[in-house]
């Protein structure tokens, strides 16, 4: 659950390779409240961000609390120290997905997440810059942000994600960012 959908479509591809199932992925706080309402469609955990606008991840966790304490809610936050919240977990937002496989295993005293760790990383193809390029994006830095950071033009940026793309072999620069997330080289 993310207000933002490139963040919420990240979560939701970095848990492919794990043992957690993704049901859904959404931008609304509403739709996820509505999708949890339904028993095949409710989640033994949630994954929510905190600050979004009309129902925050707080709220949220509290309707869920009330009315459905069974589920697990682990929120994250740019400012996670910032939240004191009885019976919330709060991660940072770069936290790994193997670091969320795990205090999920926690949350749930499920042993074979809290034991998972990725296959084994494959050899990184990517040159510096490629690398570089996918790490600001996966930080949310805009093209021109990127620009100026590595003192290259638009068109440079747009090469390095094209040739780091063609060699991951993937069609989206989310999908490099979470190949390159999931083999912990960013």
Request: glycine share 4%; charged share 20%.
């Given at each position: 659950?993310?207000?933002?959908?490139?963040?919420?479509?990240?979560?939701?591809?970095?848990?492919?390779?794990?043992?957690?199932?993704?049901?859904?992925?959404?931008?609304?706080?509403?739709?996820?409240?509505?999708?949890?309402?339904?028993?095949?469609?409710?989640?033994?955990?949630?994954?929510?961000?905190?600050?979004?606008?009309?129902?925050?991840?707080?709220?949220?966790?509290h309707r869920l609390h009330s009315?459905?304490?069974?589920?697990?809610?682990?929120?994250?936050?740019?400012?996670?120290?910032?939240?004191?919240?009885?019976?919330?977990?709060?991660?940072?937002?770069?936290?790994?997905?193997?670091?969320?496989?795990?205090?999920?295993?926690?949350?749930?005293?499920?042993?074979?997440?809290?034991?998972?760790?990725?296959?084994?990383?494959?050899?990184?193809?990517?040159?510096?810059?490629?690398?570089?390029?996918?790490?600001?994006?996966?930080?949310?830095?805009?093209?021109?942000?990127?620009?100026?950071?590595?003192?290259?033009?638009?068109?440079?940026?747009?090469?390095?994600?094209?040739?780091?793309?063609?060699?991951?072999?993937?069609?989206?620069?989310?999908?490099?960012?979470?190949?390159?997330?999931?083999?912990?080289?960013?």
């Amino acid at each position: 659950m993310d207000n933002d959908p490139l963040v919420a479509n990240f979560l939701a591809h970095g848990f492919l390779s794990t043992p957690l199932d993704t049901l859904w992925a959404l931008t609304d706080a509403e739709q996820a409240w509505i999708r949890c309402e339904t028993d095949r469609s409710r989640p033994r955990i949630l994954l929510t961000d905190i600050e979004m606008p009309s129902m925050n991840g707080r709220e949220l966790f509290h309707r869920l609390h009330s009315h459905y304490p069974e589920i697990v809610v682990i929120g994250i936050s740019a400012f996670p120290d910032s939240i004191k919240e009885a019976g919330l977990v709060v991660l940072p937002k770069e936290s790994r997905i193997e670091e969320i496989v795990h205090l999920a295993g926690m949350l749930l005293h499920d042993d074979s997440l809290t034991c998972w760790f990725p296959q084994c990383p494959h050899v990184n193809p990517l040159s510096a810059n490629e690398l570089q390029v996918l790490d600001y994006y996966a930080q949310g830095k805009t093209t021109l942000a990127i620009c100026h950071l590595m003192n290259v033009a638009e068109s440079s940026v747009k090469t390095f994600v094209k040739r780091a793309c063609k060699k991951l072999n993937v069609h989206s620069r989310t999908e490099a960012i979470v190949m390159c997330v999931r083999n912990n080289w960013i």
